[in-house]
């Protein structure tokens, strides 16, 4: 089988040292594609020279994730630099979105919307597709995505209800919706739900490397060369062959980078 991982960070502590094993691996099992994405500043560069290095394999999506979204004036006026200087040799802007897990502080939520928002349009005007991280702050993620209308939606490892998956479905845009390691995890009903019940075209195969192992690997690192454990459990929630499965994937992950 061929596929795509979607989204990971190849350029993490944990993987950064062994990327031409992670690289080989992965290959050996069908990967034909790795984007890496973006989360601090200092992300930025390292994801554009495993780019560089492994350019047969490795894309780049920059951007600067919620988890961020305090930090001073300086610190995004070096990643915009960065990011506008490299934005024909990128494929998407992200990971960004909210994140209110940790704090639900107004001041930190607005500015977190600002920053998406910010890099939403940032996107659009070079006509690049979004990758987004949305925790617990799902209706805000939704009311920002309604509003401003990006050109290309993918909310990677999607963790929200059903019914906002509903919603983005009737939105009149292209979303999709990464599936990853939590799909094989025995309590995580609702997107194996959602996927039991879905049409296969609007999700996309993913790791999040070197988080969100599946199963059986839950708990250790993670890497490109297990997307398969997570195509083989869509084909049992969906009784569909595992072939079938990956191609679709496939297709879907070339539409969504825009390489078909
Ligand atoms: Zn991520």
Redesign the pocket.
């Known amino acids: 089988m061929k596929y795509l991982d979607c ?3 190849l350029y993490d502590e944990k993987l950064c040292n062994q990327i031409d094993d992670i690289v080989s691996s992965s290959k050996r099992n069908g990967c034909v594609g790795i984007y890496n ?1 973006g ?1 601090s500043l200092d992300s930025l560069t390292k994801i554009l020279s495993i780019k560089d290095q492994y350019s047969d394999i490795c894309h780049a999506v920059l951007g600067i ?1 919620p988890e961020f979204a305090l930090e001073n004036d300086d610190y995004f006026k070096q990643a915009y630099e960065i990011i506008n200087k490299n934005i024909s040799n990128i494929e998407a802007i992200g ?1 960004i979105g909210l994140d209110y897990h940790y704090s639900k502080e107004e001041k930190l939520k607005i500015k977190q919307k600002e920053l998406f928002i910010e890099q939403i349009r940032l996107a659009k005007r070079h006509n690049l597709p979004i ?1 987004v ?1 949305s925790r617990d702050a799902g209706e805000d993620t939704l009311k920002i995505i309604k509003e401003e209308k990006p050109i290309k939606t993918y909310l ?2 999607y963790s929200d209800s059903k019914e906002i998956f509903n919603q983005y479905l009737k939105l009149g845009i292209p979303v999709f919706f990464g599936i990853g390691g939590v799909l094989t995890f025995k309590n995580a009903k609702t997107i194996q739900d959602i996927v039991s019940s879905s049409s296969l075209d609007v999700f996309l195969s ?1 790791t ?1 490397s070197p ?1 969100l192992s599946p199963e059986p690997y839950r708990g250790k690192i993670n890497t490109p060369a297990n997307i398969p454990l997570i195509i083989k459990q869509v084909s049992k929630l969906k009784n569909i062959d595992e072939e079938k499965v990956a191609k679709i994937l496939l297709d879907n992950g070339e539409r969504f980078y825009g390489i078909k």
């Open positions: 989204h990971a960070h994405c989360d994730h990971e990758v991280h990677h490892c993913e999040d988080y």
